[in-house]
């Protein structure tokens, strides 16, 4: 996406990036009709029209609006429709009730994105220059913000789409984000660790980003330990389906059993079988995805999978799941796979603040820190997380109920 008025050749890296980022949003959503755009499907969701307003709203409100002196705003009742949870920024219209917002109308939202990158182009060829270091901080910041929620855009229509009783396919098979298998399903390869003293968390080096629940780098003790050198899959999931795996409380949380009797939870939520498929393969499960319903992959990482579930699978496999800090130093190493790509992988470590960890001031504060409460720890990346987002020390994190991310798990033991 060329910047208007400026060659490609002139355009600094900071630049590039944005119009690459900013362009990306726009190819993500481009599959889906206007209708499908609107749609908020559960409270945990957004639609995808709401999505490309929020993550512009966020350059208007955190960059152009307190840096770029004579900016005018697109329309100041944005502020308030689109603004997702800072309260320092004032009230915003509720998130369960986003689906109603039928009004803007698409094109205006697009508008409105070509108003604002017209906004920040402006901004960086003649901006202040003694605010410049902070502006290139907050749009590096927006622009990762901003690949968050291409994520969510395809895991939040995903779920859309398998309301719809069609199930209808966000791409063709084979175009569409999906867990990439390890072919046949393998036997299970633990790689020992010594544990002892492990450096985790971000460096904080200048050129490298990372948001701020990565930090402060620290250390922690960890005792011998296995981890499985990859992911649970399908095959291995659907054993322990066949198992009554679904039906034995002694394998849940307490928390998690609740759920499965009042959810009637009984596969992955994705998941269909010969009684309750539209389309049934004799046989065996189907799985829905961003391609459409398919036959299960055996091979392919199990995913769309609540943290109960995950430890209630370790449970039922003599293992356990990995802490965030098992994973952080094992990941990398000679024989760990599926790092990436694939699915977030659940640990077994609440989101918690790191040692000396403190949020910055102002709206910015309220990035991650006050979520820090009654939420478990993702690791990893997804085959919907943007190309280059992901570090090994990126924590994500979800209550342990969700299961409409593509999330599935590795297991650990003790040594």
Request: proline share 9%; charged share 20%; hydrophobic share 40%.
């Amino acid at each position: 996406m060329p910047v208007a008025g400026l060659p490609h050749t002139a355009r600094s890296p900071l630049q590039q990036r944005y119009a690459q980022v900013r362009a990306r949003s726009l190819e993500l959503a481009a599959p889906l009709s206007a209708e499908d755009q609107c749609v908020q499907s559960m409270d945990d969701a957004s639609p995808t029209k709401w999505h490309l307003a929020h993550t512009t709203w966020f350059f208007e409100a955190m960059v152009l609006c307190p840096h770029s002196p004579g900016y005018r705003p697109y329309d100041p009742r944005y502020f308030y429709l689109f603004n997702s949870y800072y309260e320092a920024l004032g009230p915003r219209h509720p998130r369960p009730r986003r689906g109603l917002l039928t009004r803007p109308a698409l094109d205006e939202i697009h508008a409105y994105r070509r108003h604002v990158d017209a906004g920040v182009r402006q901004l960086l060829l003649d901006g202040p220059a003694a605010q410049r270091p902070q502006i290139e901080r907050l749009l590096v910041l927006g622009l990762q913000h901003e690949q968050q929620h291409q994520e969510l855009l395809l895991t939040d229509i995903l779920h859309v789409l398998w309301c719809n009783p069609w199930r209808p396919a966000y791409l063709p098979a084979g175009k569409a984000p999906s867990p990439r298998a390890a072919g046949r399903t393998p036997p299970r390869r633990w790689l020992s660790r010594p544990g002892g003293v492990a450096a985790i968390g971000h460096a904080d080096k200048a050129a490298e980003f990372a948001f701020d629940n990565e930090s402060p780098r620290h250390e922690v003790l960890l005792r011998p330990y296995l981890l499985d050198s990859g992911l649970v899959t399908c095959g291995q999931y659907a054993e322990f389906i066949a198992d009554g795996g679904y039906q034995d409380a002694s394998l849940w949380l307490s928390d998690g059993w609740a759920r499965v009797r009042a959810e009637g939870w009984r596969a992955p939520l994705y998941w269909l079988n010969e009684d309750d498929a539209p389309a049934p393969q004799p046989g065996g499960w189907e799985v829905f995805g961003l391609g459409g319903l398919q036959a299960m992959d055996p091979g392919a990482p199990v995913s769309q999978i609540s943290f109960y579930e995950a430890a209630a699978y370790a449970q039922w496999a003599d293992a356990r799941l990995p802490t965030e800090f098992e994973w952080e130093a094992a990941a990398g190493e000679p024989g760990f796979s599926q790092a990436a790509d694939s699915v977030w992988q659940w640990t077994r470590s609440s989101y918690d603040p790191y040692p000396g960890f403190r949020a910055q001031s102002g709206a910015l504060g309220e990035y991650n820190g006050k979520f820090m409460v009654g939420q478990l720890v993702l690791r990893g990346a997804s085959c919907a997380t943007p190309p280059g987002h992901g570090r090994l020390t990126y924590r994500n994190f979800f209550p342990p109920q969700a299961r409409w991310q593509f999330s599935g798990l590795r297991l650990a033991k003790d040594d």
